[in-house]
């Protein structure tokens, strides 16, 4: 009785050994990445998604439907980090922003944010079966911003979800908010009124068609001509 207590102690104290925290990039170089877009991890593993720039969330869906939200999805919220110094109206728009322009510099509301402290998405993984990974941000999955955890040895690998991704016709977020993890570094919260793009100003963007713009240095996540990111 005594041998098998000791044997499974030992079990137990090897499994929390092994479980490692697994780091994912999110907007990786100002850019529609996750960083790495592959990876294996086993139940017990957390995987910590980090949010670099821009606004980005992380979202899961089934293989065969990126860009909407599975039953009972994974979901990290939008989460709006600080544009870097010198980041233009373009790059305002793409995070989200809507801070007036002087020439080609910007001072959005957003550079207000996560000034030291980056959001970061930990996830627990509990089985070692796929998971298909997506940002809802307005067009950013279409885009290419998809990742795939423990990818099948035969079936849809990153490569087969991104083409099939471009091909959405839109592009969701779960409703909700954060599930399926807990976000750290965020004192600011998520979704606040003003300078950024939510969830509802998101699917309104990628559903909504495009409205007009006001002035020359408004942000195009709301008001502006054309299709968002």
């Known amino acids: 009785?005594?041998?098998?207590?000791?044997?499974l102690a030992a079990l137990a104290h090897s499994s929390?050994?092994?479980?490692?925290?697994?780091?994912?990039?999110?907007?990786?170089?100002?850019?529609?990445?996750?960083?790495?877009d592959t990876m294996v991890a086993q139940p017990g593993d957390m995987?910590?998604?980090?949010?670099v720039s821009q606004n980005h969330s992380v979202a899961s869906s089934n293989a065969n439907s990126p860009c909407?939200?599975?039953?009972?999805?994974?979901?990290s919220d939008f989460q709006p980090v600080a544009a870097p110094a010198g980041a233009n109206a373009n790059a305002a728009a793409a995070a989200g922003g809507n801070g007036k322009a002087k020439g080609k510099k910007t001072k959005g509301k957003n550079n207000k944010r996560q000034a030291a402290n980056t959001p970061m998405f930990m996830v627990p993984v509990t089985d070692n079966q796929p998971m298909y990974i997506y940002c809802s941000q307005?067009?950013?999955?279409?885009?290419g911003m998809v990742m795939v955890v423990n990818p099948p040895a035969a079936g849809m690998g990153v490569a087969q979800y991104r083409q099939l991704a471009a091909q959405a016709?839109?592009?969701?977020?779960?409703k909700g908010g954060i599930s399926g993890g807990q976000i750290v570094n965020n004192a600011a919260g998520t979704n606040p009124p003003n300078g950024v793009l939510?969830?509802?100003?998101?699917?309104?963007?990628?559903?909504?068609?495009?409205?007009?713009?006001?002035?020359?240095?408004?942000a195009a996540a709301a008001k502006g001509k054309g299709k968002g990111n």
């Open 1 to 7: 009785m005594m041998y098998s207590s000791i044997v």
């Open 68 to 75: 909407t939200p599975e039953k009972n999805a994974i979901f």
């Open 198 to 218: 939510g969830a509802a100003a998101a699917t309104a963007q990628t559903n909504g068609g495009n409205g007009k713009g006001k002035g020359k240095g408004k």
């Open 16 to 36: 929390a050994v092994l479980a490692a925290t697994m780091q994912v990039s999110v907007g990786t170089n100002n850019q529609f990445v996750f960083t790495p």
């Open 169 to 174: 016709n839109q592009n969701k977020s779960p």
């Open 138 to 143: 307005a067009q950013h999955c279409q885009q």
């Open 47 to 51: 995987i910590a998604f980090n949010f």
